[in-house]
């Protein structure tokens, strides 16, 4: 099994592991150095995109140095490579967005002006339309990393994943962003499990967690279809409430002036489909050309 070397992604694979070997499979466990853990100093986006974490270690799968590879979802391009499988997804942890500060203020209590660290153009957008006199400035390095450079003072609050906090049990202040609001990322929260076709794919099947892999395949669909990288602000969030499910999601200008948003309640009868036409609708509501900006810009900076 092949894991990046941050706490975090360790954390992550140790979770896979536990439940392999509850099932009976025993597992080796091999740490992988890719690009986005040694440009530090960039922003993701002009490292590689989407999948920089993902790309290396799929070729180690691909030649058969590894069998098998844990991954945050919501780091996985929607264009995987044919010989690779997602062969179980995990059952989600929190998707939600937290706001980290020394004293665990709210967003609307940050002073004016306030300077807040992400690494997500996503977040960035979001934040700058809730709060457009906020100071965005770009966020990089491991959980550890971003939490020491907000305790030297680098920036007044950090947004990160709930998640990752829950996961490595940090004892950090925080407030939990409102999800109507900031809807989170494809993914946040699930973590999958990733084999070559017809390898391990079999032992691997008996940890997928099905109400967990519906959800982010019906997030994934957003991804695919709008054409989603790690320079378009979008959002995608689904989950079943009251035996309907919930499905939003939505797309920004970088500057988070502008956005469409769709928020529907379907049957989950045959929701595939119904989620395929929402994704056709949010592109033709201007979606993509809200994406296509994005990269336009970002490509010119």
């Known amino acids: 099994m092949g894991s990046r070397g941050s706490p975090l992604a360790l954390r992550q694979t140790e979770m896979a592991l536990d439940r392999l070997r509850e099932a009976g499979v025993e597992t080796e466990l091999k740490i992988v150095k890719t690009r986005g853990d040694i440009f530090l100093d960039k922003p993701l986006h002009q490292v590689s995109g989407r999948g920089i974490f993902v790309r290396e270690i799929d070729e180690r799968m691909i030649s058969g140095e590894i069998d098998v590879a844990v991954h945050s979802m919501k780091d996985l391009p929607s264009k995987r490579p044919k010989e690779i499988c997602i062969a179980a997804v995990l059952p989600r942890d929190s998707p939600y967005d937290v706001l980290v500060s020394e004293e665990g203020v709210a967003l609307e209590d940050l002073e004016k002006n306030a300077l807040v660290g992400t690494s997500s153009m996503r977040r960035a957008a979001q934040l700058k339309r ?55 990322s494809a993914n946040q929260g699930a973590v999958a499990v990733a084999t070559v076709a017809g390898l391990a794919e079999e032992a691997v099947r008996q940890i997928d967690h099905g109400p967990t892999r519906m959800v982010t395949e019906c997030e994934r669909i957003f991804l695919e279809t709008v054409g989603g990288s790690c320079v378009v602000p979008m959002a995608a969030h689904a989950n079943v409430e009251n035996d309907e499910l919930r499905v939003v999601a939505e797309v920004l200008s970088l500057d988070g002036t502008r956005y469409v948003k769709i928020d529907e309640r379907l049957p989950i009868d045959g929701h595939i489909q119904k989620v395929k036409m929402l994704s056709k609708k949010l592109v033709e509501m201007g979606g993509r050309d809200l994406a296509e900006e994005a990269v336009r810009i970002v490509e010119t900076r």
């Not at 457009?132 to 390095?141: A, F, I, K, N, T």
């Not at 450079?149 to 049990?169: F, P």
């Open 130 to 184: 809730a709060r457009p006199d906020l100071m965005v400035r770009s966020l990089r390095g491991n959980l550890q990393t971003r939490l020491r450079k907000l305790s030297e003072g680098d920036y007044d609050a950090i947004v990160l994943a709930e998640a990752g906090i829950q996961r490595m049990k940090i004892d950090a202040k925080y407030a939990v962003l409102d999800p109507e609001e900031f809807v989170p």
